[in-house]
């Protein structure tokens, strides 16, 4: 349980994000890995030092604040809240795959979210070290809550390929549906049926892959999404389960 003054100061950050710098309400709900790091934040005076400087027992630094909003669509302010919430959440510095299964099955308890969690993981940790930095986690956040349509859809292209191969199979895309809907468990209306998530994949790929090569590039994914507006919100479904 937070303490008042935390709690406090938590309800004026919410709102101090949401007023000036972008973060939503829909996006807090929406995205439960934002909504599980601010929540941990613990906002303390010298924290903003801290957070420029990080300290000495941390096994990894993360950029300069200055350099990641360079490179995000975040301000100094949201990056520093973010970074307060993921420092309290995992002290180590990165966030290891058992950390986002905890997360997802505590935000999807009538399903089974660890599968889903593990492709997830997998599409944040960039360079497949095993483990995702302050830098994997606000990069890969920059892109989903505020990139544009074209840089989304990479995103979306990578976490369905999912050996990394730069094609997606049919298998690869039943793989990740059946995850979301495995995660979703019961709480879908109507419910849906077993066989759902493979009808739903028979009718994309046919649509995708164009060349009928057994394979979607990333050129025909991006094509096809951009162009048909079924696809493109049933493509939508991955945000929603941020």
């Not at 601010?38 to 903003?48: G, I, N």
């Not at 995660?183 to 419910?191: D, F, I, N």
Request: aromatic residues 12%.
């Amino acid at each position: 349980m937070c303490s008042p003054t935390k709690g406090t100061q938590w309800m004026e950050d919410q709102l101090h994000l949401r007023k000036n710098h972008g973060f939503s309400k829909k996006v807090l709900l929406n995205c439960w890995l934002v909504r599980r790091i601010v929540t941990w934040a613990s906002p303390h005076p010298k924290d903003s030092v801290e957070d420029e400087l990080e300290l000495s027992a941390v096994r990894h630094r993360p950029e300069g604040l200055e350099q990641l909003e360079a490179q995000t669509r975040f301000s100094r302010k949201e990056l520093q809240i973010l970074y307060r919430g993921f420092k309290n959440e995992c002290p180590s510095g990165v966030v290891n795959e058992e950390t986002f299964k905890d997360i997802y099955a505590q935000f999807f308890p009538q399903g089974d979210a660890s599968t889903y969690a593990h492709f997830l993981f997998n599409a944040f940790d960039t360079d497949h070290n095993g483990s995702v930095s302050f830098e994997d986690f606000v990069m890969g956040l920059s892109i989903l809550l505020r990139g544009t349509v074209q840089e989304k859809l990479i995103w979306a292209f990578n976490l369905y390929d999912i050996n990394k191969d730069g094609y997606i199979t049919k298998e690869e895309m039943l793989d990740i549906m059946k995850a979301i809907y495995d995660m979703m468990g019961k709480c879908t209306y109507p419910v849906l049926k077993e066989e759902t998530p493979r009808q739903h994949v028979e009718v994309f790929f046919q649509k995708m892959d164009k060349n009928k090569d057994g394979v979607v590039t990333i050129d025909e994914f991006i094509d096809c999404c951009q162009n048909d507006e079924n696809i493109m919100r049933s493509m939508h479904l991955f945000e929603n389960v941020l």
